[in-house]
């Protein structure tokens, strides 16, 4: 069974706490990404890990962390939840991280900051 | 950098037709891979079809096709017989070549089918 699971899929959080999302991926997949989207934003990048231990800022890193400790585990961590960090996270994997391996994506995480 | 820009925001169809979408792009790779990806209403996004730029042949996946025009850096997604299940989000998508790095999104395009 071929998927990527995200938890939990819908969170609310008051500013200033801890947020943990979690993502796990069935496939032996390589690459691992964290996504927000927002109305008008579209899909972001926040985090890209191409292995265990092995991350890399994208296009929208700041306030967020990620940990990979498995290669079919891939956490984001929010330190200090901002009320402009209320999203949809999205957890997406790949064969591979280049050329044309597609996206396999989790079902997504509605966190709200309040 | 990569860029992609879907201008279209909306589209309405009736059911059983053709609808085309738009999506232009930016690199300056000359080797790249363009995906379009669909967002149904609760929120599932999910792979339809690919193209590489190295390849001539427009690809076909069941009833998606693409329309690549590579001097005008253009990959559009033609969905032909729709169905009301064909109303979603559709996103275009690329990634350059040359080094490891996730796709950049276009902002999507909102296809409504209608019987």
């Known amino acids: 069974d071929m998927k990527v699971t995200q938890m939990p899929r819908y969170l609310i959080k008051r500013m200033g706490e801890n947020v943990l999302l979690e993502c796990g991926q069935d496939m032996s997949h390589e690459t691992m990404y964290w996504y927000r989207q927002d109305p008008g934003l579209g899909l972001q990048l926040i985090y890209i890990s191409y292995d265990v231990d092995s991350n890399s800022e994208g296009d929208i890193p700041k306030g967020y962390r990620v940990s990979r400790k498995k290669r079919e585990h891939f956490s984001l961590i929010l330190d200090s939840a901002k009320t402009n960090q209320t999203s949809v996270y999205f957890c997406?994997?790949?064969?591979?991280?280049?050329?044309?391996?597609?996206?396999?994506f989790g079902s997504g995480t509605r966190l709200l900051v309040i | 950098a990569q860029k992609v820009t879907q201008t279209q925001t909306s589209i309405s169809v009736m059911e059983k037709t053709t609808v085309t979408m738009d999506c232009v792009y930016e690199?300056?790779?000359?080797?790249?891979?363009l995906f379009w990806y669909k967002q149904t209403a609760s929120g599932e996004i999910v792979f339809l079809i690919r193209?590489?730029?190295?390849?001539?042949e427009n690809a076909t996946v069941g009833h998606y096709s693409l329309n690549f025009q590579k001097p005008k850096s253009s990959i559009g997604l033609i969905i032909t017989a729709t169905q009301i299940e064909d109303s979603a989000v559709y996103f275009c998508a690329m990634r350059e070549n040359n080094y490891a790095q996730g796709l950049t999104f276009g902002l999507g395009t909102r296809v409504s089918v209608f019987p």
């Open positions: 690199t300056q790779d000359s080797s790249y891979f």
């Open positions: 997406a994997s790949s064969l591979s991280g280049t050329g044309n391996s597609d996206y396999t």
């Open positions: 193209q590489d730029s190295y390849k001539k």
